[in-house]
């Protein structure tokens, strides 16, 4: 298995407050994203990262920030947390390839954030 | 804009029998690659098949092989010999290859597996 970890796995918080989620990887992949996971939206992407402090939007980033300081670990930030936010969100992995996209994602097991 | 769809939110099939899940891709970059994912009631993402932009031939694993056709950008996914265990939630994925890999995914299928 993919050496892939993420913290907390469990969380809630009250409307508001900030809340940090951790991705932390012992492979040195260079790829590293951030999905939250709703009923009827699939996986939608919301910040992924191509390389040390190299990080860019996905689909729903608004409310959202990272931050990629060493290769090892990507952090979610929810500036201030808010109902909306209340999902599963996955962090997953993924090296550079032969050739293009042909390396598949490692997925973490997912955390369950509840904001009330 | 890069943009996956699965049309099929949720499909039955009897055990052992053939199913075919769909997936329609958007993009306007050559090299790209679709992949497909499982997701049991477990939560965790099962990678099962990838498929690149340039191979011309369908990949397959095993029991799973992606239907690819490239000028009408779909990607559907062959399940032969459906089994009790291959009940679960199917999601089509595509990466686009300008360096930053950005990876997107459908809304998923879930697949049902009736005796």
């Known amino acids: 298995d993919a050496g892939i970890t993420q913290s907390p796995r469990h969380k809630v918080t009250e409307t508001g407050t900030p809340v940090t989620l951790r991705c932390h990887q012992t492979e040195n992949h260079r790829y590293m994203y951030w999905y939250r996971q709703d009923p009827g939206h699939g996986l939608r992407l919301i910040h992924y990262s191509y390389g040390v402090k190299d990080t860019d939007k996905g689909e729903v980033s608004d409310g959202y920030s990272v931050s990629r300081s060493k290769t090892e670990d990507f952090l979610l930030t929810l500036e201030s947390a808010t109902s909306s936010q209340t999902s599963v969100y996955f962090c997953?992995?993924?090296?550079?390839?032969?050739?293009?996209?042909?390396?598949?994602?490692?997925f973490g097991q997912g955390t369950r954030l509840t904001v009330v | 804009a890069q943009k996956i769809t699965q049309t099929q939110p949720g499909m039955f099939v009897q055990e052992k029998e053939a199913v075919t899940l769909d997936c329609t891709y958007d993009?306007?970059?050559?090299?790209?690659?679709l992949f497909w994912y499982k997701q049991p009631s477990s939560g965790e993402m099962i990678f099962l098949i990838y498929?690149?932009?340039?191979?011309?031939q369908n990949a397959t694993e095993g029991r799973y092989s992606l239907n690819f056709q490239k000028a009408r950008k779909s990607a559907n996914l062959v399940i032969s010999a459906s089994q009790l265990g291959d009940s679960a939630m199917y999601f089509c994925?595509?990466?686009?290859?300008?360096?930053?890999?950005?990876?997107?995914f459908g809304t998923g299928t879930r697949l049902q597996v009736f005796p």
């Open positions: 993009t306007s970059d050559q090299s790209y690659g």
């Open positions: 498929q690149g932009s340039y191979d011309e």
């Open positions: 994925a595509m990466r686009e290859g300008r360096g930053t890999d950005k990876l997107i």
């Open positions: 997953a992995i993924s090296d550079v390839g032969g050739f293009v996209g042909n390396t598949e994602a490692f």
